[in-house]
């Protein structure tokens, strides 16, 4: 009643093109096994452990599958395993199935390592499959497969290719199984497409998630709708829904809507934490020629936040008060964090007034998630004052230009007061009627000087003060 330790030799075959080898190296008590690689799938271990008390020296040729053991992933349940093996209990196997099985499980990409013993009795083979997860899985995104939900795309590519719970490994062919059976459920919808997906960090096109599309037909968004959203903010989701009718229904572009249009109506209200769901696509009208989807965008607004103060950090050139001045949303109010975020322009615009061209201003919420109510913290790194350089004045002519320059009271030298410029022009504008302007400031950073060119341009051609 011994054990019986074999050495398997190594052997190679042509598997779907790339070259694949077993070896394994064992003893009957320390199960030493060397590491298999495979060409553009993760590295497997094989091994083979023999112990039986009525098979002497070689297993039958063919035994019954009493049981799979299942040890080592986190990330897939026994079932699923099994299945993509393609074993079932009670089958009649071979050694070459249990090879299979290495092969099968190896290149899915979703395993860094498979190893597996056998023990044998006069009832059949006990199978022990030990493996290791691949080191990292990405979210699986179905841009535009408008005729199914995300939910029953994942549960029937689950029950095709058992491995994909709706995620997948960067690497190895469990990808193009899936999408080998979405293009299965698209040909059964009667639509003339064909699947494509892009993998994460694909070098011309980067992205963090496999996104799975289908490329022919001619999908457009009829109605965009939203679920869970307020009476006082559906009104206005409404209205910013109306760039989205009549364009092509692609997942990304939706998304982008969202957090641009949507989730900016919803700040602008306070609801700080407010959360945008996936869109739904509900096939409306589909034919040979288009395919017509309502859109359903579900709206998790939480609670509303109200404005409990601004504070105010770096600032020497400007009292607080005088800062605070420039913001329109008063202590107390809804916090509309868009209009808070405008309102830094204004204090920017405030240091421009002394020489400071080039602050840093940043801002941050710091939210009371208790009370409801967030703080504006305004940090300002206020830099350097700068100086007065030359100024020119471009597009008229000689004498209009030598007039205006000599009202130009900004000397070389002075403090440089960004907002001088606005009033110049508008007093030119006195002088010369319906013309435009337009005023480039540059700055040298070494001289810490601001050169300004105005360039006037004339209302209509042939003006009399208008150069060619």
Not at 52 to 73: C, D, M, N, R, Y
Not at 438 to 447: G, I, K, M, R, T
Request: charged letters at 25%; aromatic letters at 8%.
């Amino acid at each position: 009643m011994g054990s019986l330790g074999l050495r398997v030799g190594s052997r190679q075959s042509a598997i779907d093109g790339s070259l694949y080898s077993t070896i394994s190296a064992f003893d009957p008590c320390g199960l030493k096994s060397s590491p298999v690689k495979f060409s553009r799938i993760p590295a497997i271990v094989v091994t083979f452990c023999l112990l039986s008390p009525v098979f002497a020296e070689t297993p039958p040729p063919e035994f019954k599958l009493k049981s799979v053991q299942i040890t080592g992933t986190s990330h897939y349940k026994s079932e699923d395993v099994i299945r993509a093996a393609n074993l079932k209990l009670g089958q009649s196997v071979h050694d070459e199935d249990l090879k299979i099985m290495v092969r099968l499980l190896g290149e899915s990409g979703a395993f860094a390592a498979v190893s597996y013993t056998t023990q044998f009795d006069p009832d059949g083979a006990k199978v022990k499959l030990k493996l290791r997860d691949a080191d990292r899985f990405f979210p699986t995104y179905f841009d535009n497969l408008v005729w199914f939900t995300g939910r029953e795309l994942v549960e029937k590519l689950h029950a095709t290719v058992p491995l994909f719970d709706g995620q997948l490994p960067t690497n190895g062919a469990l990808a193009g199984e899936v999408s080998e059976a979405l293009q299965a459920l698209v040909v059964q919808k009667n639509v003339a497409g064909q699947v494509n997906y892009l993998r994460p960090h694909d070098d011309e096109n980067p992205v963090e998630a496999f996104v799975f599309t289908v490329s022919g037909p001619t999908i457009t968004i009829r109605n965009v709708e939203f679920s869970g959203a307020g009476q006082t903010e559906l009104p206005m989701l409404n209205e910013a829904a109306k760039s989205l009718q009549g364009v092509e229904y692609l997942r990304p572009a939706i998304r982008a809507q969202e957090n641009k249009a949507f989730l900016s109506i919803y700040r602008e209200q306070g609801y700080l934490k407010a959360v945008l769901g996936d869109p739904e696509p509900t096939v409306v009208q589909n034919d040979a020629h288009e395919t017509l989807v309502d859109v359903m965008v579900p709206v998790h607004p939480g609670r509303q936040y109200r404005l409990a103060g601004i504070k105010f950090s770096g600032n020497a050139a400007f009292p607080d008060a005088t800062l605070q001045a420039a913001f329109h949303v008063q202590v107390g109010a809804v916090a509309n964090v868009p209009e808070l975020e405008k309102d830094l322009t204004t204090v920017r615009q405030i240091y421009g007034t002394r020489g400071y061209m080039d602050p840093t201003i940043k801002a941050d919420t710091q939210r009371d998630d208790s009370h409801f109510t967030v703080t504006y913290v305004v940090s300002i790194a206020e830099g350097d004052v700068y100086k007065m350089g030359e100024v020119e004045i471009r597009g008229l002519d000689s004498p209009t230009r030598t007039r205006l320059k000599n009202e130009w009271t900004l000397q070389s030298g002075d403090i440089y007061d960004a907002s001088y410029v606005g009033r110049f022009i508008e007093q030119a504008y006195k002088e010369l009627g319906d013309w435009h302007a337009s005023v480039h400031e540059s700055l040298d950073p070494q001289d810490k000087s601001v050169d300004v060119t105005v360039r006037f341009e004339p209302p209509r051609e042939g003006s009399a003060l208008g150069q060619p």
